[in-house]
């Protein structure tokens, strides 16, 4: 059953007939007070709005018709914007708010079809729809005459969905970043007139989701934020940073020590990545799991790596920089390794099964061993492995960026602290001209 239902009113002319509209409606509504109340308390009207410097002192008719039905004093809202994406993105932020995912859209069925690519864009898999059509069966009257106005599609042209992307782009891009400006931290060990880098935190996004706002810069269709709104914030950041967003490439993440050298067969998924090609930015994420970077400024080489606890002890750092030396002809002393923003072992615990291979590794690296769940340090355990394999301890920075991910919700994202639904930040570096 549908926990809201959202009535799609944009392809309707703004000077509709008062009479036909008002009729339309008043059934439409009278219907899902019969029906629906229950199970759908919540009811959305999306219209067009003409923009302000292009409307005359009279309202739009339409929104006059709307706005002059009794029937919504009994709580449905309209929302009246001058594009589909501002209406339903605005819409999608109220659903949001009250954690509905189940959502009737009533609509002409000859407009199906492009909102679906509006769904497609700016909703996850976390959201069921079910399509219901707003004409009523009649034949001969101004019902069937404005329906008759639409035409029967099942899929887009090309250059129509083009359009609808583009107008959603606009929109996200037109929005004000909230929690602040991009902040983006950089470590004094990586020579800057050589390699861009840094690591992200939490503002200056659009992402409005209290776990995920407000800089997000990962989608999964087991979360509310789409790809559309992680782009945008990427977009944001790429300004901020200095970098193309179209050459921007993340580890897809599979929590061993897989490493993509870049210009080689793409695994399907992989904790490291390397590479020497310039003006092409390479990233690892991070919400708990610590984000390394790597920086080689005698052969111009760069990487980086994600490094969770399974990741750590399986050696994905080690495994990262191997593949600098061999592919590059890095010398394991001109490595550089910056260990970003990640959990400490004050908040992250593991079983006693699990912290006994960091035990193994350095006693200092678990602390309460003996209870069930001791806590664990997977940032000396990464120091540890790196000092180990060969880096050189001065080249290790692991002290500038020590703050726990969970214990400081203002600037991090955490998967310890928040739940499944946790945001994501980055590492990431390229090799300037």
């Keep these: 059953m549908a926990e809201a239902i959202l009535i799609d009113l944009f392809s309707l002319p703004t000077n509709s007939q008062n009479n036909s509209i008002q009729k339309l409606l008043c059934g439409k509504l009278e219907m899902i007070e019969k029906h629906d109340s229950v199970s759908a308390p919540f009811v959305y ?16 008719s339409l929104l006059q018709i709307i706005s002059g039905l009794q029937i919504l004093k009994k709580g449905i809202e309209v929302v009246c914007m001058t594009s589909t994406a501002a209406a339903l993105y605005t819409i999608k932020q109220k659903l949001d708010e009250k954690d509905l995912s189940i959502i009737k859209i009533i609509l002409p069925l000859q407009r199906k079809a492009v909102m679906e690519v509006y769904i497609n864009d700016l909703f996850t898999a976390v959201y069921q ?4 059509d707003l004409w009523p069966a009649c034949d001969g009257n101004s019902f069937q005459q404005l329906a008759d106005t639409q035409t029967d599609r099942q899929t887009l042209p090309a250059e129509e969905m083009e359009l609808i992307r583009n107008e959603i782009q606009i929109y996200l891009e037109s929005l004000p970043g909230l929690k602040g400006e991009v902040n983006i931290l950089k470590s004094s060990l990586i020579p800057g007139h050589i390699f861009l880098h840094g690591f992200t935190t939490r503002t200056g996004g659009i992402s409005y989701i209290p776990t995920l706002s407000s800089f997000n810069l990962f989608s999964s269709s087991k979360r509310r934020d789409p790809k559309v709104v992680v782009k945008e914030n990427l977009r944001r950041l790429a300004n901020a940073a200095g970098f193309d967003p179209e050459t ?11 490493v993509w050298i870049m210009g080689k067969p793409q695994p399907d998924s992989y904790d490291g990545i390397v590479t020497n090609w310039k003006d ?3 990233a690892a994420p991070g919400a708990d799991c610590i984000p390394v970077l790597f920086a080689d400024p005698v052969k111009k080489a760069c990487g980086a790596a994600h490094s969770g606890w399974r990741g750590t002890l399986l050696g994905v750092a080690m495994a990262t920089v191997n593949a600098m030396v061999t592919e590059y002809g ?14 400490g072992p004050c908040c992250f615990t593991l079983s006693q099964e699990s912290a006994q291979e960091f035990y193994n590794l350095d006693p200092k690296c678990v602390r309460r061993f003996e209870s069930s769940t001791p806590n664990v340090d997977i940032r000396r355990a990464t120091r540890i492995l790196l000092e180990t ?6 080249n290790i920075q692991d002290d500038s960026f020590t703050f726990c991910t969970a214990c400081h919700p203002d600037k991090f994202y955490s998967h310890v602290r928040d739940g499944p639904n946790f945001g994501t930040q980055m590492g990431f570096i390229s090799i300037r001209d």
């Design 248 to 258: 921007f490439h993340h580890v897809k993440v599979n929590h061993a020590n897989d």
């Design 280 to 282: 092409v930015t390479i």
């Design 330 to 343: 890095c010398n394991l002393k001109d490595i550089l390794v910056v260990l970003g923003p990640a959990v």
């Design 129 to 132: 729809f079910e399509f219901e």
């Design 389 to 394: 394999g060969g880096i050189l301890p001065h």
């Design 45 to 60: 009207i999306m219209c067009y709005q003409t923009p302000g410097s292009k409307r005359s002192s009279k309202q739009d």
